[in-house]
């Protein structure tokens, strides 16, 4: 999330017997659509800790659930996998502030 805004997503996967997904870890990933309901939980849990960027990581169960949100997120296994340029949509946005 930055500024308000879920500017890319994507759904890790853990790799066989291992319950862990994080990517540096081994685990696939693959983009994921940013429907209404996902952009607004994300924006939501990061205005709630007051982020104007954030990393927010939901799981998939009967419903989403916000599981953590991370105020300093790295993003370059997002970028890989869903070809957003994360850091180039940040710099955007705090140039944009800058000028506000």
Same mark, same amino acid.
């Given at each position: 999330?930055? +500024?308000?805004?879920?500017?890319?997503?994507?759904?890790?996967?853990?790799?066989?017997?291992?319950?862990?997904?994080?990517?540096?870890?081994?685990?696939?990933?693959?983009?994921?659509?940013? +429907?209404?309901?996902?952009?607004?939980?994300?924006?939501?849990?990061?205005?709630?800790?007051?982020?104007?960027?954030?990393?927010?990581?939901?799981?998939?169960?009967?419903?989403?659930?916000?599981?953590?949100?991370?105020?300093?997120?790295?993003?370059?296994?997002?970028?890989?996998?869903?070809?957003? +340029?994360?850091?180039?949509?940040?710099?955007?946005?705090?140039?944009?502030?800058?000028?506000?």
């Amino acid at each position: 999330v930055i +500024d308000g805004r879920a500017v890319a997503a994507m759904r890790r996967i853990p790799p066989a017997g291992d319950w862990r997904s994080n990517a540096a870890r081994g685990g696939t990933t693959v983009p994921q659509k940013i +429907d209404p309901e996902l952009e607004e939980l994300a924006v939501k849990a990061a205005e709630a800790v007051g982020a104007f960027y954030a990393g927010v990581d939901i799981l998939i169960g009967d419903r989403l659930y916000v599981n953590e949100v991370n105020g300093i997120p790295e993003f370059k296994a997002l970028t890989k996998t869903t070809g957003v +340029d994360v850091a180039g949509a940040l710099l955007a946005a705090l140039v944009m502030l800058e000028k506000k």
